[in-house]
Nanobody
Framework: QVQLVESGGGLVQAGGSLRLSCAGS????????MGWFRQAPGKEREFVAA?????????YYGDSVRGRFTISRDNAKNTVYLQMNSLKPEDTAVYYC????????????????WGQGTQVTVSS
């Protein structure tokens, strides 16, 4: 399995931007579809964005982030990114990246490899 490490989280004011990174090791992330999920205190983990492994051209977003967040991948760097713009206080959560062998999925249960998470806090 691929090992994943997230970075780039932090504290930002509402309306600001952050870019999260997810670095893979052990196996190349180019052969996995990748996803970002988040979990706020007291809430269930939810889907944020996903990108397919076939050319990375297929992406999918959760309703609450569509139009504000962008997922991308750099296979040469074995890294996946989540660009987050126009951040809102409700985006505050621990963000996790995950990998799946499926072509594209939004289901938590389909992802077999997970990072440890990175905290994003958006102040109002």
């Amino acid at each position: 399995q691929v090992q994943l490490v997230e970075s780039g989280g932090g504290l930002v004011q509402a309306g600001g931007s952050l870019r999260l990174s997810c670095a893979g090791s052990g196996r190349t992330v180019s052969s996995y579809s990748m996803g970002w999920f988040r979990q706020a205190p007291g809430k269930e983990r939810e889907f944020v964005a996903a990108i397919s492994w076939i050319g990375g051209s297929t992406t999918y977003y959760g309703d609450s982030v569509r139009g504000r967040f962008t997922i991308s991948r750099d296979n040469a760097k074995n890294t996946v990114y989540l660009q987050m713009n126009s951040l809102k206080p409700e985006d505050t959560a621990v963000y996790y990246c995950a990998a799946t062998r499926l072509r594209l999925s939004v289901e938590i249960s389909d992802f077999g490899s997970w990072g440890q998470g990175t905290q994003v806090t958006v102040s109002s």
